[in-house]
């Protein structure tokens, strides 16, 4: 290894433990360990443009142990992505900072995903490389290999143990993704101590039996040996690789190497002397990185440029000779596609009769594949029953990536990753599905679709009691709550075929959030007064006589039926109510105050809440003085009908209900 | 094979078939294909006694592919448990039968754990596995094995497709617990179709990387070599086992063998007429059982009651020769061993200094350990951080099961189903711990708690934007809704010592509900006006002056003191506020509604909530005309102090948000 790259290894090391020992706080242990391994990577294996961090063909890297944030800022700095500077590693953690405690997506330029929450990035990253494959399928042509990148995944132990990687993993070996490599930093090191203590399998076997080419470097300094590695994973054309990098936490910290104590704490300004003086740095001064070692990632950044040129040109030429391949990439690219839907006749079309609102998604859908040529997603082993497959598209497998249908076997978890690593990547709008029941697995993965901002769509059917004979542990309760109280989804549970086009047509019309739907099992009818009102989230579906109702009954999704049958008896007995559909609460809440009084108006405090849920979080619409249908406890296993009517959900009950606060 | 054995096989598949078919619903695939191994176990190589369902030593069964609850519900009413009857099951999936469509927990008698989301058996299996362990390190005496039983689980490729698997895997081969023995349904179907499209993986060798004995059983209907790799997996006194029996989904029904359709719709009534014609059943008739077939399920259990017998004596010389250790058991099986400790002072103890609660916990966990041995628990690697470490009460490992601090590794999602294991097995009072923002993948395994209604105790500290720099990925904001939001679990978060230890109390003492804790990382001041009010879940902690306050401040933990101190303020501009403070919305509701409003009166519509969390719940207190100082969106990354400024949380901002709706 020679010096300047020793330097450029070392600097990585000087930034990382100089910005966790400025913020007073954070993780310097696998910076300082995995240095060697990130460097020889981004130098020489990985093909990116600084100057163009968004460039289509790059390859991608996560880094899934996202505490190791500084690792990822000083390759950042280095090699001069985003200006990001001196001063903003200086201020590492600090408020409003470029560099927050974990790599936030959309916040830094150069951060391909937001990481953290261990294992996450590992699913991504397969979701990137599907991606990949899947474009490299449609748009690939002799000569023109347009589509053509790695997705590189760097992860620890915690990553390893976390079951979202063997979900994800599983797959990738299935699926033989062979532009996926793993970097395993490996240094049998967790936060309560040796991972002997909870984590003595062997995980190069694990792999092996995922179906990866598995690789070691002993030593994870060894820049050459590091490097031959990464090549015998590119080497390998039928199977994802993982290359176990053994490493010592804190590496070149005289005092912390390969302590617990090295994982999640300054190293204390000491050690940070010791370190600069046990690494040969040429000074003691914080952040202080000698010309030579900028000039050598600069060297490295510009041949880097010149990839991007190179592909720029082939890309051209491949416009010329294929217009019409290049005017889909295009479509594929273009985000707002889907908005010319908005009047479009055939779209909103539906026929008139009782139907479950996942018969009408599956037929959403089933335009959407035709309008959206980029529209990909599947299901979590239940597609027969979520109704998401695209007829026709063929099933993503290792011996088809052209396929738009994904199978992603029963793991929920990485499902969601997945499709978070695929609408990252670009190029593809990706759904994916499951009971809503398992939005409970999905959860973790679904709250980085949000704050990422990712526009992924998560179809969630059987959603209620409505599920009937499967019992409780099948019904949803709280999942409305769980999905409505998280920022930045929204969360549609349309009542008929026009609120569950609306929604879809939201899902694919959205570009700063995801979205998820919430669909019946059982048949619902088409209501007179829906429609594409339910885009605000909500409206009024069947209104009063009176400007100011006596009464006002909320529901959304199989209970708006409820509410339409009591407002009509309700009548007979001259009780003047309406009724407010709200599909989307998250929508709802972000219309104007006007618009809210309108639909809502303050006078009137006799207001009833329906719904197939708990009632936690009708209260900002139900008050003190109103009243709720709702569930008071888990459901229980018996016919949906019987169901509803055990826990209340009838026209009397409702009538009864609005009466009693009359 | 013998005629009986064979016929009592097919007893199985005979009542599961008719069991789906009458109901029009459920999943005959797996019993049909699994029932040989079931019968096979149950007969000859477990010991239970259907007399008395509870026998502390009986080894354990759960059928974690729980779709397939006809093959449990068969072997129950075979064997005679709880007189489950023929009539029984023939009421599968109708309302309040014993039958269900997916077997519960508490709800019929011989089945040890409720199970539907796939792989959740596996990881509650574990948890037995280590309470047995835990139970005999304790408990046994040269000559005396008082605890010494095996626990059996029998799951699909779905179970094994779901990351929870390979974590409680994965820690079990670590833990070495030999007395675990998995049966693994090899049908090699899915309900997508093959499970060629998602799964290629070597599970075997997965589990051998695990650490695991593997063990092939080539003919699922083969008993001699099922009884054989039972045998041999009870043999290994090191390592768990795991069993492949490949076996076909719907086997003995021609047209549905081996096919996808087999796995979860009935078979069809020809299809039933079918299957007895083809197993050469003797009758036709619906639920028709031949007497010998009752025989011999009866004379096993005859012989499997005097195992338990055996036991009995063996335990009664065993508590002649110990009686401190048979006193002691008495302790580890008393639910109610923590009650005594409502007027115990030196519990309720505290120095008046400011803490963080989650090392308030810390103080309470290392008095409990020492009131209640059978106390247990851990984190999922976050000890130092959780605080949830027991000072010298060792640690549980493989070489020693004595020990009483659990190291989870970095599995979330596993380690609350091991908790809801160990608390099914009986004996032992568990917790466990992790930050409160990955109770995002605890989440559907708290369900199952709640569901259950299994006292564990869920330690989650690092609970709002307290946590600081790491940022938003570590910063709950939805967490307190989800978990608020999900019946029969009591979600504390207290403001102080006083509340924590209530906290603590209460979940200590609870038997029909977990509880979550909800703990600070940053210093809470002592607040003057806490009580053991808390344990009604919500109470005036600082009152005003008139009976009718002009306003009243809701909180819960670290803003119970900005509540306080903006009460404090209001009183100089002569606004008279009541404090509430609402350590457990749950507990809150449970209360009588006459205690509610002398609370909350209805008549003060002037409410403001305050919680560093989304508002998303608190609409019911706060009504229609109240306000929120809550969070809008993601936290951000930067030290604690200044993100409750940016967010809003001072003293200034509440004082003016109360005045806002004077």
């Known amino acids: 290894m020679n010096n300047i790259d020793t330097m450029s290894v070392n600097a990585i090391r000087v930034l990382a433990a100089d910005a966790v020992q400025k913020a007073n706080s954070g ?24 100057a163009n961090p968004k460039w289509a063909n790059r390859d991608r890297f996560i880094l899934s142990g996202g505490h190791g944030s500084t690792l990822l800022y000083s390759l950042l700095h280095l090699f001069g992505y985003g200006d990001l500077s001196i001063e903003d590693l200086a201020q590492f953690r600090q408020l409003d900072s470029k560099t927050p405690g974990h790599p936030e997506y959309g916040h830094t330029v150069g951060v391909e995903a937001t990481t953290g929450p261990l294992g996450a990035g590992m699913g991504m990253a397969v979701g990137m490389a599907m991606s990949e494959a899947h474009l490299a ?26 079951g979202i990687s063997s ?3 599983s797959l990738a070996g299935t699926l ?5 490599i793993v970097l395993y930093d490996s240094n049998k090191i967790s936060i309560e101590g040796d991972t002997d203590i909870a984590f003595t399998e062997d995980v190069k076997k694990r792999f092996e039996a995922f179906g990866f080419q598995t690789l070691v470097v002993e030593d994870g300094n060894n820049l050459e040996e590091i490097g031959k590695a990464i090549e015998a994973a590119k080497a390998d054309k039928t199977r994802p690789s993982m290359i176990t990098v053994k490493t010592k936490i804190g590496f070149g910290c005289p005092a912390k190497e390969g302590k617990a104590s090295a994982h999640g704490e300054p190293l204390g300004a000491d050690n940070v002397t ?15 990185v000698p010309e030579e070692v900028y000039d050598n990632y600069k060297t490295i950044a510009k041949s880097n440029a010149k990839v991007e040129e190179e592909w720029n040109a082939m890309f051209a030429e491949y416009a010329k000779a294929y217009p019409e391949m290049k005017e889909l990439w295009d479509t594929y690219y273009d985000e707002n596609a889907a908005k010319k839907l908005i009047d479009d006749e055939e779209f909103w079309a539906f026929a008139d009769k009782p139907e479950a609102t996942r018969n009408l998604s599956h037929m959403v859908i089933n335009r959407i594949k035709d309008i959206l040529p980029n529209f990909i997603g599947g299901s979590a082993d239940l597609a027969p029953s979520t109704k998401t497959y695209m007829n026709g598209e063929g099933d993503f497998s290792k011996n088809d990536y052209s396929g738009r249908n994904l199978h992603f076997g029963v793991r929920e978890l990485a499902m969601a990753a997945i499709g978070n690593g695929m609408a990252l990547h670009g190029g593809l709008r990706a759904y994916v599905s499951t009971f809503f029941v398992f939005s409970d697995y999905v959860k973790p993965m679904a709250r980085l679709s949000s704050l990422m901002g990712v526009p992924l769509t998560y179809v969630l059917t059987h959603d209620s009691i409505g599920v009937g004979e499967d019992g409780p542990t099948h019904e949803p309760i709280e999942q409305l709550a769980m999905l409505r109280s998280m920022p930045n989804i929204n969360v549609f549970r349309p009542a008929d075929a026009t609120e569950t086009i609306a929604a879809w047509y939201h899902a694919i019309t959205s570009t700063t959030a995801p979205t998820a739907l919430v669909l019946t099992r059982q048949n619902l009818p088409q209501l007179p007064g829906s429609s594409k009102e339910a885009l605000k989230g909500g409206y009024v579906i069947d209104d009063s006589k009176k400007a100011v109702p006596d009464a006002i009954i909320l529901a959304s999704g199989s209970e708006v039926e409820l509410g339409v049958n009591a407002k ?5 007995e001259g009780i003047d109510v309406r009724v407010v559909s709200i599909p989307c609460m998250d929508l709802f809440e972000q219309q104007s105050a006007e618009y809210k009084e309108a639909v809502l108006p303050k006078a009137v405090r006799a207001r009833v809440a329906v ?8 209260g900002k619409y ?16 018996a016919p949906a009908n019987l169901l509803f009517e055990k826990f209340g959900f009838t026209t009397e009950n409702v009538v009864a209900t609005v009466k009693g606060i009359l």
Request: hydrophobic fraction near 40%; glycine fraction near 12%.
């Open 27 to 50: 993780h310097p242990g696998l910076p300082l360990g995995s240095a060697a391994m990130a460097y020889e990577l981004w130098a020489k294996h990985m093909n990116h443009n600084p």
């Open 137 to 162: 399928a449609k748009f690939n042509k002799d000569n023109y290999k347009v589509v053509d990148h790695y997705t590189f995944v760097l992860g620890g132990d915690g990553c390893m143990m976390e």
């Open 167 to 169: 979900e994800a993993f």
């Open 176 to 180: 033989g993704l062979d532009k996926l």
């Open 274 to 288: 010791a370190l600069k003086e046990n690494l040969g740095w040429p000074k003691q001064d914080a952040f202080y």
């Open 568 to 572: 009509a008896e309700l009548a007979k």
């Open 611 to 618: 719904e197939a849920a708990t009632d936690f979080g009708w």
């Open 622 to 637: 139900v008050g003190l003085d109103g009243a709720y249908v709702t569930m008071k406890g888990f459901g229980a296993s």
